[in-house]
């Protein structure tokens, strides 16, 4: 079956530095979200990403602090930027591997602390 | 804001014994997923149930649809430790963009 992974899979960071997350999908898809998961919290939707366009944020996300890239249509990365203790979370990529309506597959996550 | 509830939010039982956990939303959806999630690791896909379907199997797993209630549950017979993990409902109202509930925390005694 279809994989999507993400690296780094934990990072310890510095508050007012930045870190990159990639999501690699081994098929193409249309569209790969982000979301992020707070300590003992659900799954939060930040944005759409979709293959040449900007990326479409929900209320409460904003480009400047989380500025997304979609280069193609196996790719993705989501930055945190500026991060402060608040952004300590697990991010998740994901993705409708087999089109709109179908089953949505995750990637593994990156566990994010900020010092 | 997150669209659906879970409850309960915790529930531990005895292997062998069946767990039910429900969810509700707000709006009309397209489908509704639930999803397994293992010590804050990644999801794990379960069963997918669209809106004019009312009960789905898969294994051990049965998933219900109440559209008129904007509800759904979702119960593991026969329950294993390796159950053990957080369940969440996900509704997909709007091209795939997933609303989370707050997720059910399952323990499984051996």
């Known amino acids: 079956s279809a994989v999507i992974s993400q690296k780094p899979s934990r990072d310890i960071c510095q508050r007012g530095t930045s870190l990159t997350i990639q999501c690699q999908v081994d098929s193409q898809v249309t569209m790969m979200f982000w979301y992020r998961q707070q300590p003992g919290q659900s799954l939060t939707l930040i944005a759409t990403a979709n293959q040449g366009s900007e990326a479409t944020y929900e209320s409460g996300f904003v480009i400047d602090k989380f500025p997304i890239s979609r280069p193609n249509l196996t790719f993705s990365t989501l930055t945190v930027s500026n991060m402060s203790p608040e952004d300590s979370s697990i991010y998740l990529c994901s993705a409708n591997l087999a089109g709109a309506g179908q089953p949505q597959h995750f990637g593994d996550g990156t566990r994010l602390s900020i010092l | 804001s997150q669209q659906g509830e879970e409850d309960p939010q915790a529930l531990s039982i005895q292997e062998g014994e069946n767990a039910t956990m429900n969810c509700s939303y707000k709006?009309?959806?397209?489908?509704l997923q639930w999803y397994r999630q293992n010590s804050g690791r990644g999801l794990v896909h379960l069963i997918l149930?669209?809106?004019?379907?009312r009960e789905k199997h898969s294994g051990r797993l049965r998933v219900t649809l109440d559209t008129s209630k904007k509800s759904s549950s979702l119960l593991i017979t026969a329950s294993r430790a390796a159950d053990t993990a957080s369940y969440f409902c996900?509704?997909?109202?709007?091209?795939?963009?997933?609303?989370f509930g707050q997720g059910t925390e399952l323990s499984v005694k051996p």
């Open positions: 709006t009309s959806i397209n489908n």
């Open positions: 996900a509704t997909d109202a709007q091209g795939g963009k997933l609303i």
């Open positions: 149930i669209r809106s004019n379907e």
